[in-house]
């Protein structure tokens, strides 16, 4: 087992890592001493398939243990399920030691944290990903948000887990596609902070595409270290530091709020054509060479992912990108890349550019 703690000034907690780990989520909460009832919120596919193992882990400590099913998408994160969910959980709650799990993907501990969050004005919280998306990004440091119709995450907090239980075996059950749609933040990490990490996932992306357990455990693994590291620093995003984090999200969340949250363009695959946006306009601006846009844009095509997206409205994009929550006095700051592992976050980036990119990223 891999652990990698997440140190904070109030609230660290650690993040485990093995295959096989979910029969071991009652020793974890036992280890922390907080659960006396677990309210798990999960969808109908990972609940059919992780249920019995995760509630044959807990009958070990006797726990009283509900299940609440959210649907399968990022419809989940709407302020109408936030307050089902609420409402399911005040049914269920059995006092103090009631302890909120979200066994999913992005979408399920973003909803479960915000939950925890906002019920009872805080309630203990584990997150246990089963993507790996969630595994190597949205699981860690706190962040948990729902959505409204004009903007993603616009409703939120920071607000840590407990503890983040990471079984690489969950990974097995997904399709290729959302593979590469953890690896887009997988390999924003590589361009946001280390050269050679980047310079691994081009080595042996094939073995990563195809779960080689090993490839896999190092990527998570170092994954969740380096955005512990920046979490760490920059818990709550006060000093600036931890908006790196966001590198290719400004137009990748503009991206999937201008189409509506579909199912036809995942979150990486928004994030990957954010990206490459980024260094369009980090090399438009003279701020990186082609060659490492080139690079970078290979390995992001490498990985199945795509680096233009059809059908969007540019205008509905731009205007998305109002709401972006690194947005200051009104100024958009966007998070660019000098090389691979430096990004700076700008506030100058002319109008006609943004265009420009948009005009090329956003295929008719």
């Known amino acids: 087992m891999k652990k ?9 907690y650690v ?3 093995e295959s096989g780990i979910l029969s071991k989520t009652a020793s974890i909460l036992k280890s922390l001493k907080i659960a006396k009832a677990c309210f798990v919120i999960t969808n109908n596919k990972i609940k059919s398939l992780y249920a019995a193992k995760l509630t044959k882990s807990l009958s070990r400590l006797s726990l009283d243990v509900k299940f609440c099913v959210v649907a399968d998408s990022e419809k989940a994160k709407s302020h109408n399920s936030w307050f089902r969910v609420v409402k399911d959980l005040a049914n269920f709650d059995k006092g103090r030691g009631t302890v909120v799990l979200a066994l999913g993907g992005g979408v399920v501990g973003d909803l479960g944290g915000f939950v925890a969050a906002t019920y009872r004005r805080g309630v203990a919280f584990v997150q246990i990903p089963t993507t790996l998306l969630a595994q190597v990004d949205s699981a860690i440091g706190g962040k948990v948000a729902i959505d409204l119709d004009f903007a993603k995450n616009l409703v939120g907090a920071f607000y840590q887990p407990k ?3 990471s079984d690489i075996a969950t990974l097995k059950s997904l399709p290729k596609r959302q593979i590469q749609n953890g690896l887009a933040e997988v390999i924003k990490y590589g361009v946001i902070l280390d050269k050679r990490f980047f310079a691994y996932l081009e080595s042996n992306i094939s073995k990563i595409l195809n779960l080689n357990t090993k490839c896999i455990e190092d990527v998570v693994a170092r994954c ?8 760490a620093a920059d818990e709550d995003e006060s000093l600036g530091y931890r908006s790196i984090l966001n590198f290719g999200h400004t137009i990748g969340h503009a991206i999937e709020t201008a189409a509506s949250y579909k199912k036809s363009i995942n979150h990486g695959e928004a994030i990957a054509v954010g990206m490459v946006s980024a260094f369009d306009i980090a090399v438009a601006l003279g701020m990186a060479k082609e060659s490492i846009a080139l690079r970078v844009e290979s390995l992001i095509k490498k990985t199945g992912l795509p680096t233009s ?7 509905k994009v731009i205007n998305a990108t109002a709401f ?3 947005v200051i006095k009104g100024k958009k700051r966007w998070v660019l890349p000098i090389d691979i592992g430096h990004v700076v976050v700008c506030d100058k980036v002319p109008s006609n550019i943004i265009k420009s990119v948009l005009a090329k990223r956003l295929k008719r």
């Open 15 to 17: 993040i485990s890592i």
């Open 4 to 12: 990698i703690k997440v140190p904070l000034l109030k609230n660290s």
């Open 309 to 315: 997206v059809k059908g969007l409205n540019i205008k």
């Open 324 to 326: 972006d929550k690194k």
């Open 224 to 231: 969740s270290k380096l955005k512990a590291e920046v979490v």
């Open 163 to 165: 503890a983040v239980i």
